[in-house]
């Protein structure tokens, strides 16, 4: 039979088999495609599929690591989770469940949002099978509301609803409303925030980054609105002055190193018509990460 040229297979970075398969898998990759609370722009429920698709053109080989780590471990790409649209409670348990299950393979698992309230989700079905831990969320926003258009469950409540099982520690926050401010005030030792405008001024915050996460167990979750609008435009709700690319590995890399991550997210991609760069860098981001952490567990 003649041989010709194919397209590589659909999913996370474009995998053979034998380093895509679930038995041989490190990693997992499960894509919720939901985006149902969004106040703004939406979008981010094509989030998933976008960061999926640009990863087949991202080099397997990263240098820093000296090392293909995705042919190493190998990256099971999951079948997308369906929302409940019965109401965004519903779909928070929805994927609460699901998560606890995957969880519990002993896989380290990656979750592509959809809105960042599938982080609450995750979150949960996390504390199943964990128990306690320390969340770090990266993002513009605090995302402390109690509630927000009649639900505790909208994206802007995602922080305020994980703070509630465990401690939360924000970096690059540089958007919030006047009750959350006093929420941060009067909770210290629920939430930490970290504000971009003090991180561009003075990078001592990540020693004490590093002093925190050591030795914990960490769920990530990375809102793709902490980078700047000028390499990440595409998101629900962009917010200026925001982390730069390296500023964003430098937080991962002390995060992988010092902590034992469980699991983490990337939320929020809304892809732009004609702009394909956001989720290049949404995949290559994910990636990365992967990366960090699998090679921490060696």
Same mark, same amino acid.
């Not at 609450?120 to 993002?139: E, I, K």
């Given at each position: 039979?003649?041989?010709?040229?194919?397209?590589?297979?659909?999913?996370?970075?474009?995998?053979?088999?034998?380093?895509?398969?679930? +038995?041989?898998?490190?990693?997992?990759?499960?894509?919720?495609?939901?985006?149902?609370?969004?106040? *703004?722009?939406?979008?981010?429920?094509?989030?998933?599929?976008?960061?999926?698709?640009?990863?087949?053109?991202?080099?397997?080989?990263?240098?820093?690591?000296?090392?293909?780590?995705?042919?190493?471990?190998?990256?099971?790409? /999951?079948?997308?989770?369906?929302?409940? /649209?019965?109401?965004?409670?519903?779909?928070?348990?929805?994927?609460?469940?699901?998560?606890?299950?995957?969880?519990?393979?002993?896989?380290?698992?990656?979750?592509?949002?959809?809105?960042?309230?599938?982080?609450?989700?995750?979150?949960?079905?996390?504390?199943?099978?964990?128990?306690?831990?320390?969340?770090?969320?990266?993002?513009?926003?605090?995302?402390?509301?109690?509630?927000?258009?009649?639900?505790?469950?909208?994206? +802007?409540?995602?922080?305020?609803?994980?703070?509630? !099982?465990?401690?939360? !520690?924000?970096?690059? !926050?540089?958007?919030?409303?006047?009750?959350?401010?006093?929420?941060?005030?009067?909770?210290?030792?629920?939430?930490?925030?970290?504000?971009?405008?003090?991180?561009?001024?003075?990078?001592? *915050?990540?020693?004490?980054?590093?002093?925190?996460?050591?030795?914990?167990?960490?769920?990530?979750?990375?809102?793709?609105?902490?980078?700047?609008?000028?390499?990440?435009?595409?998101?629900?709700?962009?917010?200026?002055?925001?982390?730069?690319?390296?500023?964003?590995?430098?937080?991962?890399?002390?995060?992988?190193?010092?902590?034992?991550?469980?699991?983490?997210?990337?939320?929020?991609?809304?892809?732009?018509?004609?702009?394909?760069?956001?989720?290049?860098?949404?995949?290559?981001?994910?990636?990365?990460?992967?990366?960090?952490?699998?090679?921490?567990?060696?």
């Amino acid at each position: 039979m003649t041989e010709y040229p194919q397209h590589p297979p659909r999913n996370f970075l474009g995998l053979p088999p034998e380093h895509s398969d679930f +038995a041989a898998s490190r990693a997992l990759i499960l894509p919720v495609p939901y985006d149902a609370t969004t106040s *703004y722009k939406g979008g981010a429920k094509a989030g998933p599929q976008a960061v999926i698709d640009a990863s087949t053109q991202v080099e397997l080989y990263d240098r820093e690591l000296d090392d293909e780590p995705a042919l190493r471990w190998g990256v099971y790409t /999951l079948p997308a989770l369906a929302p409940d /649209l019965r109401s965004p409670e519903a779909t928070i348990m929805g994927i609460a469940e699901a998560v606890s299950g995957l969880a519990r393979t002993g896989k380290l698992l990656c979750v592509l949002g959809g809105e960042h309230s599938v982080s609450v989700g995750v979150a949960r079905g996390l504390h199943d099978v964990f128990g306690d831990f320390l969340t770090v969320q990266l993002d513009a926003h605090a995302d402390l509301r109690d509630e927000y258009d009649g639900t505790p469950y909208s994206h +802007a409540c995602a922080a305020r609803r994980i703070a509630e !099982i465990g401690p939360v !520690i924000q970096l690059g !926050i540089r958007s919030l409303d006047a009750a959350e401010a006093t929420f941060l005030r009067e909770n210290p030792a629920r939430v930490t925030a970290f504000f971009a405008e003090d991180m561009h001024r003075d990078r001592s *915050y990540l020693q004490v980054l590093a002093e925190r996460v050591r030795g914990q167990r960490v769920f990530l979750t990375i809102d793709l609105d902490v980078l700047d609008p000028a390499i990440m435009p595409a998101t629900g709700t962009p917010e200026p002055g925001g982390l730069g690319w390296y500023d964003t590995l430098d937080i991962l890399r002390i995060v992988c190193a010092e902590a034992e991550v469980i699991a983490f997210d990337c939320v929020e991609l809304s892809p732009l018509p004609g702009l394909h760069a956001p989720e290049f860098l949404a995949a290559k981001l994910v990636y990365k990460t992967l990366s960090l952490i699998l090679s921490r567990q060696v």
